[in-house]
């Protein structure tokens, strides 16, 4: 399959297209047709360099949001539909169990609990911008500990992370200005 890849530290120039690459094993994890992929802030630097110490073994195919549809099944895929579409973010706790495979290929793999049903209203490019926003938005408010009744104010309310929270803060009709 084709895929960016890296296999050294640096800027932009270390990736490098490769039309020879291995298609991931699914295993215990869904096989994802990727239609688009999104690069963010932290792949650059884990491109760089500056998380090595919690980094994927090189060489990397880099990016983690991914919109897609879903092919095949590993043996502890339950609720999973085949030919659906979906969007994830598949970096979840990556000290403990990095990922295996970047969304920067034409096929990758997932860990079920980290896809989503795609909205019908949105296609693949915008899908593929949400994944990392929300997961932004949501832990920040469960860092914090906000509950019903409380009021926040929340600057930049118009980016991404920000007007997610005021969704969130809007259905469960918390306070925000």
Same mark, same amino acid.
């Given at each position: ?9 640096? #800027?932009?120039?270390?990736? @490098? %297209?490769?039309?020879? =690459?291995? =298609? ?5 994890? =869904?096989?994802?047709? &990727? +239609?688009?992929? /999104? ?17 994927? $073994? ?5 990016? #983690?949001? +991914?919109?897609? &549809?879903?092919?095949?099944?590993? #043996?502890? +895929?339950?609720?999973? @539909?085949?030919?659906? @579409? ?6 979840? !706790? ?6 295996? %495979? ?10 079920? !609990? *980290?896809?989503?049903?795609? $909205?019908?209203?949105?296609?693949? +490019? ?6 990392? &926003? ?18 926040? *104010?929340?600057?930049?309310? /118009? ?9 969130? %803060? ?8």
């Amino acid at each position: 399959m084709k895929a960016w890849v890296y296999e050294d530290y640096g #800027c932009v120039n270390v990736l @490098k %297209f490769d039309s020879n =690459v291995a =298609v991931p094993d699914v295993e215990a994890r =869904v096989l994802i047709k &990727v +239609v688009s992929a /999104a690069l963010n802030q932290v792949d650059a630097k884990r491109r760089h360099g500056k998380f090595k110490a919690t980094h994927y $073994p090189l060489p990397n195919v880099p990016a #983690c949001d +991914v919109a897609g &549809v879903g092919l095949k099944a590993g #043996c502890q +895929v339950r609720t999973l @539909k085949w030919e659906m @579409k979906y969007m994830g973010n598949i970096n979840e !706790k990556a000290r403990e169990s990095p990922k295996q %495979f970047g969304s920067l290929a034409e096929y990758t793999t997932v860990e079920e !609990k *980290l896809l989503a049903p795609k $909205p019908k209203n949105l296609d693949f +490019v915008r899908a593929t911008g949400l994944p990392l &926003v929300i997961e932004t938005a949501y832990e920040g408010l469960e860092r914090t500990g906000f509950s019903s009744g409380k009021s926040i *104010l929340v600057l930049n309310g /118009a980016g991404g992370v920000g007007s997610l929270i005021i969704q969130v %803060f809007t259905l469960q009709q918390m306070r925000h200005f």
